[in-house]
């Protein structure tokens, strides 16, 4: 009964997260300066990498294997913002000016 | 779909080869080769080789990236136009190449059963090592126990590593702590640093002591255990780093991890075995090769971590 449910659920997060991966990719392609490409990074980090974590958590079910995809979960949390914090910062630090769009109104 | 993986792999990994020969920035060069080692380390995976996929993530993707970047923090991050023509190096790398190419030629296809390497000792250790040694990871029996001379040397190049290290760069210690107001900056960067550092040490330690059963071992725990401190270093400077864990103390530690490898084999042998005999070690062979692995993988583990700590702490402290 719950099996297809949650084999959709897991798709639905596998795909979701696949989708984002790429948008980052692409975002890190065309983004014209650093800190928006690290903006594209971060969705890598915390949608895409966390909802196929999430997606295989559900193929997992409850044994060991999900445990282990629960923790690297909880560690991508925290390391990937703060990596990209950390990058944005020493950026900032090294005098790297953002591009600014100066035909705005 | 594993040979798609594999070609996938493969491509990407050759990508990132000419992308390494071509760029100029050697900044970028030393992300691309950490980039190489995790891709390797990817393929490593799909061969079903995890220790080896775990030593390469650790050590190729992570303790080589940051020596490769302190020592472009010594050295400045241009590379230097060749003063040569390219024609010579390109003529010797073709032949060399050509000649590894036709060496190939001479070797059993790839995953061939008949393989020298299949029929040699692999079936005996594959069969001996459940009833004769009891630990469920083949590859850790055969690197402590069946080949423990092997390793043995190994940690003793490794300590020679550090020791060359330390004798050609030597070492110059900070006292510059960082304390006080100045500690409320990089504030994010900091706390995530405090919450890892215990976690990064336990799974170390959780890396050494499953080695029997899982991937893993002294070597790739004790380059975790060196990467808590590193981001502790990273995180706080270098002189908070010390404090922790001081340089003297280092510098013993390394010589310890080799001694207790060694003492192991001496133990073995004042008890009636062979060097590095583990059997006689306890009562029951099973548990005294428990034992044996278990302490040697720990030497493996304090002189590997004592090391890459010596070689880090003496380039970074270089720069002034």
């Not at chain 1, 300066?33 to 409850?62: E, K, N, P, W």
């Not at chain 2, 490794?158 to 050609?168: C, H, M, N, S, Y």
């Not at chain 2, 060694?262 to 008890?271: D, H, N, P, T």
């Amino acid at each position: 009964m719950m099996a297809p449910v949650l084999d959709v659920l897991s798709w639905v997060c596998l795909l979701g997260g696949a989708f984002f991966l790429l948008v980052g990719a692409i975002g890190i392609l065309r983004f014209p300066d650093f800190y928006t490409r690290l903006h594209a990074v971060s969705v890598c980090d915390t949608m895409g990498a966390g909802l196929v974590l999430i997606g295989l958590m559900l193929q997992g079910g409850l044994s060991l294997v999900t445990v282990k995809l629960l923790l690297m979960f909880y560690f991508m949390l925290f390391t990937g913002p703060t990596a990209v914090h950390a990058l944005a910062e020493a950026a900032l630090q090294g005098k790297l000016k953002p591009v600014v769009d100066e035909h705005e109104p | 779909m594993e040979y798609f993986i594999d070609v996938v792999l493969l491509g990407l990994l050759m990508i990132t080869g000419f992308a390494i020969v071509r760029m100029k920035s050697l900044l970028a060069v030393a992300m691309l080769t950490s980039i190489y080692s995790l891709l390797s380390a990817s393929l490593f995976m799909v061969l079903d080789a995890v220790d080896v996929a775990l030593t390469e993530a650790a050590i190729g993707a992570g303790i080589s990236t940051i020596l490769m970047l302190a020592t472009i923090a010594l050295t400045g991050d241009e590379e230097q136009a060749p003063r040569h023509k390219p024609l010579l190096p390109l003529i010797v790398v073709f032949t060399t190449g050509a000649a590894l190419i036709y060496g190939t030629l001479d070797m059993p296809h790839y995953g061939d059963p008949a393989a020298p390497v299949h029929r040699h000792v692999a079936p005996t250790y594959l069969q001996d090592t459940p009833e004769k040694i009891g630990v469920p990871n083949v590859v850790t029996s055969v690197l402590a126990s069946y080949r423990g001379y092997d390793t043995l040397g190994e940690v003793t190049v490794i300590f020679t590593a550090g020791a060359g290290v330390l004798a050609l760069l030597g070492y110059r210690s900070r006292r510059r702590n960082i304390q006080g107001r100045e500690i409320k900056r990089l504030v994010v960067l900091r706390v995530i640093a405090k919450l890892f550092f215990p976690l990064i040490l336990l799974f170390a330690l959780y890396v050494l002591f499953h080695g029997d059963y899982g991937p893993g071992g002294g070597f790739q725990a004790g380059v975790i255990f060196a990467t808590g401190f590193i981001l502790y270093a990273l995180a706080f400077g270098l002189g908070n780093a010390q404090r922790l864990i001081p340089h003297q103390l280092l510098r013993i530690m390394a010589a310890v991890g080799v001694l207790i490898y060694a003492a192991v084999g001496i133990e073995s042998m004042l008890l009636g075995g062979k060097f590095l005999e583990y059997r006689v070690l306890a009562d029951d062979p099973v548990t005294g090769q428990h034992l044996g692995i278990m302490l040697i993988e720990l030497g493996i583990g304090i002189t590997v971590a004592a090391v890459v700590l010596i070689i880090l702490f003496c380039y970074v402290s270089r720069r002034d």
